[in-house]
């Protein structure tokens, strides 16, 4: 562990980190809490640099992208270019936004009613540009979308996964918008899928972790306990485990072997892979 960021002022479950985001080039590491407060670390002194109050109620996850910062909460998404200082309120009808992806010059935002919003325009090189209103939409699950993850490997493979409370998995074709498989293997709520290439990993409330396909990444994996496992793929032998004082519920992976966690107590911990022993 390099640092802990925590600031001290926290009001019970509100303090809980629901995402974290670490935009390109920038200086600064941003973390957002269910409370709907969104803050800014020096990533230099590692002192908060700023806080903005983006919701008055739950904000459901924080992503970036390039120069922008998504961040989800009920009935909207805010996207922020922090160089630019100009920001959208992307808003909608369809009640929490749990999940927040991008892919193809599109933003994908999963909401609590089941349906994949889709807000196209985004480009990142463009000042000031003009996100599609209202949102198209993908439908197919029965209850709230929980993640969301994009693989796009080159014209033909485009995908978005996408993970529901009523346990299934959805895979859509980006190039037509359709769903073209369902994949029914949890009992519980899909709380994460992790993908690279044709290969996919989920997570659930069952406390049971699936492999799909085959690869050779490294799996982070939050458990109830207040852990988290590392686990090498497609092995799944366990290569690593680290702990926080409550259950981590927000992980990035970050450049030169930087990756960050966040957890219910609201601190925001940042860890650096270890160097390999000399022979």
């Known amino acids: 562990m390099l640092a802990r960021l925590v600031e001290e002022e926290h009001d019970g479950e509100k303090k809980s980190i629901s995402g974290i985001g670490y935009p390109a080039g920038s200086d600064k590491l941003y973390s957002a809490t269910s409370g709907g ?8 002194t590692g002192l908060l640099a700023g806080t903005a109050n983006v919701s008055d109620y739950k904000i459901g996850c924080l992503i970036s992208d390039g120069d922008w910062v998504f961040v989800g909460y009920p009935n909207g998404v805010k996207a922020w270019n ?40 985004f480009a990142d090189q463009q ?12 439908r197919g699950h029965g209850s709230a979308v929980t993640c969301l993850r994009a693989s796009i490997n080159g014209d033909l493979y485009r995908r978005l996964y996408s993970g529901s409370m009523d346990g299934t998995i959805k895979v859509w074709d980006l190039n037509t918008e359709e769903c073209i498989q369902t994949l029914k293997a949890h009992d519980g709520a899909v709380t994460s899928v992790i993908c690279w290439n044709t290969a996919l990993v989920s997570c659930s409330l069952d406390k049971k972790v699936k492999f799909w396909g085959c690869g050779k990444p490294v799996l982070f994996c939050s458990w109830s306990n207040s ?53």
Do not use: M
């Open 37 to 44: 407060v969104v803050r800014a670390w020096d990533c230099h």
């Open 82 to 121: 922090f160089k630019l200082g100009v920001y959208h309120d992307l808003t909608s009808s369809n009640g929490q936004v749990n999940a927040l992806e991008f892919g193809l010059d599109a933003l994908y935002a999963g909401a609590e009613d089941g349906a994949i919003l889709v807000w196209k325009g």
């Open 127 to 138: 000042a000031n540009p003009q996100f599609q209103q209202p949102a198209t939409s993908l």
């Open 227 to 279: 852990s988290v496992g590392l686990y090498e793929l497609p092995t799944l032998e366990e290569r690593g485990r680290i702990y926080s004082q409550k259950e981590v519920r927000a992980i990035r992976s970050g450049p030169d072997g930087l990756f960050f966690t966040g957890d219910a107590n609201g601190v925001v911990s940042v860890w650096k892979w270890a160097k390999a022993d000399a022979a």
